[in-house]
């Protein structure tokens, strides 16, 4: 188990709890000082849980959510993005597409998928997937939102990866059936939004969802990176303050002490919350469902003067 920077505390009663087992108060200990820590987190603090190497990632959901899961390759015009995942599944035995950031467990994967930072041809290969499941099978997208960013090198950019992510804007408000958007850790920037257009905008508590990172915010207005904490203060990107800001319509609630300490829990609270998200857009008319998703969208960032 990897400790954060706030878990210092934490940490030592752990090592203690490592050489003495049979300790209960040792344990006891450690619980309530984890429902202490998590009962007060800080923005910053709520950044680097979202972060954390160990969270659940979007092939975890898959392979606790999803049956008969088929994951699809390329976007039919340059190749494939280890970054994105798409592909079939069912969802309480309902067909749905998935789509999702695939960011790595180790070097070698995370090197592999660029950090979960997608390419080009990994959004096409997302729009792609999402027509497919819509029009051939009519049948719901469930996209899992989990990256810094997209890929900012020389080379996405050659491919036009600016206008890979416009082109999915536009395309995800005219999918005709159901969309609903989690996210589960980083919600980084137009990366995240590539795949993030959707009737319902999920979050799960401890995942964090913003313009920009709070370093790179930081390094913009401050002129230092190392003013991350301040600008994480300001970004408004935990999902309470965007619950507030109406950005999100629903907060999965995390076990104190994350998703990377309670994974089962977790992924039951996931699957039903998308289980009621799903049936409350199924409802909708279809007719109706791709005005309300556009008016969600140009709501955001509303606000009076006065």
Do not use: W
Not at 32 to 43: A, R
Not at 97 to 111: F, T
């Amino acid at each position: 188990m990897k400790f954060l920077s706030f878990e210092k505390e934490l940490e030592k009663i752990y090592l203690s709890i490592q050489r003495n087992p049979k300790d209960e108060k040792l344990k006891e200990t450690f619980n309530e000082k984890l429902k202490e820590i998590y009962s007060n987190l800080q923005p910053y603090e709520i950044v680097e849980v979202a972060r954390h190497p160990e969270r659940p990632h979007t092939e975890d959901y898959i392979s606790n959510l999803f049956t008969d899961f088929t994951e699809l390759h390329g976007d039919r015009s340059f190749g494939d993005d280890p970054a994105m995942i798409a592909g079939i599944g069912r969802f309480n035995g309902t067909v749905v597409g998935v789509l999702g950031h695939r960011k790595g467990r180790n070097l070698k994967e995370q090197l592999e998928a660029h950090f979960g930072m997608a390419n080009p041809e990994g959004y096409r290969k997302a729009l792609r997937v999402a027509k497919l499941v819509s029009e051939k099978f009519n049948a719901p997208i469930i996209s899992f939102l989990d990256t810094p960013g997209a890929n900012p090198t020389e080379e996405a950019e050659e491919r036009c990866i600016a206008h890979a992510i416009a082109t999915n804007l536009m395309e995800f408000f005219d999918i005709p059936t159901p969309i609903i958007v989690i996210v589960i850790g980083e919600g980084g920037s137009g990366g995240a939004l590539g795949i993030g257009i959707g009737d319902k905008i999920l979050m799960l508590k401890y995942a964090i969802y913003s313009v920009i990172s709070p370093e790179g915010c930081a390094s913009i207005l401050f002129g230092n990176a190392s003013k991350a904490k301040e600008a994480a203060n300001s970004l408004k990107l935990t999902a309470e303050d965007l619950l507030n800001l109406n950005v999100i319509d629903k907060i999965i609630e995390e076990p104190l002490g994350g998703a990377h300490r309670f994974r089962e829990e977790t992924f039951k609270n996931v699957s039903n919350t998308l289980s009621m998200a799903l049936k409350e857009v199924t409802l909708t008319e279809r007719k109706d469902l791709l005005k309300m998703r556009k008016e969600k969208f140009l709501k955001m960032g509303v606000y009076d003067e006065r």
